[in-house]
Every structure is written in structure tokens, then in C-alpha cells.
């Protein structure tokens, strides 16, 4: 069964597919062949990941829907229960 017959197939009955093992590039042409009703979200482990996965993606389709969403930067408060 092809790869990509079978991913759109458990997106279909599940709503959801894992892969492991795969490079970044085969990631982006991976997702640029699925089946999209609706969104999908991908998720990189860093800035940089997240750009290259898009320009990849934009390779792979011709153009891109893809948006890219910069990491938010938190500030972070402590609270002493102490009063």
C-alpha cells in the first residue's frame, strides 16, 4: 500500500496519523500530499525547524498555505504563598 494511501487513510478513520523515522524534507512532502478537509498543525522542535518545514513545504506545493507562527515569548512570575 502506498505511504501516503495509507496515512490519509488513518486521518480519515481516526482523525490522526504518527510517523517516526522520517527526514524533515519527507515530512514537508509527506504533509503536502494529504488529503485536508481541514487544518493541520505541525509542530517542529525548534525556530529554525519551522522555517525550513515551510519553505519545504512551499517547494513541494508550488505555493504554500502554510503559516508560520514564531515562538511566544512568556514571562514568567513567582508567587510566594507567604503573605
Not at 490522526?16 to 527526514?23: D, H, P, Q
Not at 487544518?39 to 522555517?51: F, K, L, N
Amino acid at each position: 500500500m502506498h505511504l501516503l494511501t495509507e496515512i490519509n487513510g488513518s486521518l480519515a478513520k481516526s482523525g490522526s496519523a504518527s510517523l517516526s523515522g522520517v527526514t524533515a524534507p519527507a515530512a514537508a512532502f509527506i504533509a503536502s500530499g494529504l488529503d485536508r478537509p481541514g487544518s493541520v498543525v505541525v509542530i517542529t522542535p525548534d525556530e529554525v525547524s519551522a522555517r525550513d518545514f515551510v519553505r519545504d513545504l512551499t517547494l513541494f506545493m508550488g505555493y504554500s498555505e502554510a503559516l508560520y507562527f514564531p515562538p511566544a515569548v512568556f514571562s514568567s512570575a513567582v508567587f510566594s504563598a507567604n503573605r
